[in-house]
């Protein structure tokens, strides 16, 4: 009950090395607190099921990747003035939960950068700094998302980059795709 500690800590500030975790299967659920948090590191989901009913399935302070799996929960970048700029990319899989880029601090100098370039989000999107709670932002030199392709519940039109398309789908989402380059070639 209430509070717990994360299920999975990827890495640790006062260390060094730079781990390396992939989930390739699986069901990892902690409802209290966070799924996976990479504190320093790479953490790559390639498959299996990440839940997290009360609090972030992936809370990332450094690196991590979604190519496939699930993710049921917020999925959240942060950076802060004694961190990393950190990134989080989605290639593929489902993440049943919203999307943040978190900028702790507003730090001069760090970044939080979300790409995302494939796969569904079922929720929504977001640019944050923090202050007892998640604060919106647009600021590109503290919290940015750049999305060029995926499945969106959610219109992405806000982070949607210039050369992508949104196209209303029958079934209320929405995809976004490169927009086709036609031209002449040497």
């Known amino acids: 009950q209430g509070k717990g500690a994360s299920l999975v800590r990827v890495g640790d500030d006062s260390v060094s090395a730079l781990p390396q975790l992939t989930i390739a299967g699986g069901t990892f ?20 099921t990440l839940n997290s009913a009360n609090s ?18 917020t999925v959240a970048v942060w950076t802060y003035s004694g961190g990393h700029n950190s990134d989080l990319s989605i290639i593929g899989g489902t993440v049943n939960g919203n999307v943040a880029s978190v900028s702790y601090d507003k730090a001069e100098g760090k970044v939080a950068k979300v790409s995302i370039t494939g796969g569904t989000v079922n929720g929504t999107l977001g640019t944050y700094t ?8 647009n600021d590109a030199t503290k919290a940015t998302i750049a999305v060029t392709g995926g499945t969106f519940k959610e219109d992405p ?3 949607v980059v210039e050369d992508s398309a949104i196209t209303p789908n029958a079934d209320g989402t929405y995809g976004v795709a490169e927009k086709a380059r036609v031209g002449l070639s040497d």
């Open 29 to 48: 659920t902690q409802d209290n607190f966070i799924v996976i948090k990479v504190d320093r590191g790479t953490f790559y989901l390639t498959g299996g």
């Open 56 to 73: 972030y399935a992936i809370e990332d302070w450094h690196r991590a990747t979604i190519k496939g799996g699930t993710v049921n929960g």
């Open 130 to 137: 923090y202050g007892n709670g998640l604060i919106p932002i």
């Open 157 to 159: 039109t806000k982070y």
